[in-house]
């Protein structure tokens, strides 16, 4: 299937130019194009999930403010850390097309290229900073005849990260970076589809 592999050197090459977000500053965004036209979309019913993690993609572990990385993930305890990304996005992937219940059958494929939450001292060490630099591209395509139905699209769901005082408050009133992260990635996608509102916009904060 020519699609699948074309997102996946799509997604891979992402990875390489976007590897971490390591700037001490910056505009971030949520964005993604107009690809997807709703009442196309309305058609549609996702059948298969597919999130690819490419080990290709660096991981680090360094509690620095900022490791040179393409996946930096504390919310869960140490493991495997591709395997851990895999299922957050699925969750929220899965979450984000749920309402497409039409009667085509469809598949939803996603490659990843930077997955850069906060590190401890990032989190507990800094005061009004901190980003969720969350990258990838995603394609539907047909599940019975695998034709792509739409074009690679390559999606910023970037989000900010709670640190300091905000990071403990957070956590105490349940919203962890895992659940924080997956509910943005989950109203990121529905939007992308057209069965939610359109959250892409921008905002300004030291990076780590």
């Known amino acids: 299937m020519l699609g699948l592999r ?5 997604g891979v090459t992402l990875g390489t130019v976007l590897a971490g977000c390591t700037e001490f500053g910056g505009t971030w965004r949520t964005h993604y194009s107009d690809v997807i036209d709703p009442a196309v979309s309305r058609t549609w019913r996702v ?6 993690v490419p080990e290709t993609l660096t991981v680090s572990e360094a509690n620095t403010y900022a490791p040179r ?3 930096v993930w504390r919310g869960e305890p140490r493991g495997n850390r591709y395997e851990q990304v895999d299922r957050i996005m699925t969750e929220a992937a899965t979450a984000g097309v749920r309402d497409l219940r039409g009667s ?3 598949r939803l494929v996603i490659v990843m290229s930077t997955f850069h939450a906060l590190t401890e001292r990032a989190r507990y060490g800094l005061d009004h900073t901190g980003v969720h630099n969350i990258r990838f591209a995603a394609q539907i395509f047909d599940a019975r ?7 690679t699209d390559a999606i910023d769901a970037d989000l900010i990260g709670y640190v300091g005082d905000d990071a403990i408050e957070a956590e105490a ?3 962890t970076q895992r659940v ?3 509910k943005h990635v989950t109203e990121t996608i529905a939007g992308w589809v057209g069965s939610g509102p359109d959250v892409r916009g921008s905002f300004n904060r030291g990076g780590i």
């Open 173 to 175: 009133r349940g919203e």
């Open 180 to 182: 924080r992260i997956v």
């Open 47 to 52: 059948v298969d999930v597919d999130v690819r």
């Open 104 to 106: 085509r059958p469809v």
């Open 6 to 10: 074309k997102i996946l050197v799509i």
């Open 145 to 151: 005849t695998g034709a792509p139905l739409t074009p």
């Open 69 to 71: 990385a393409d996946i």
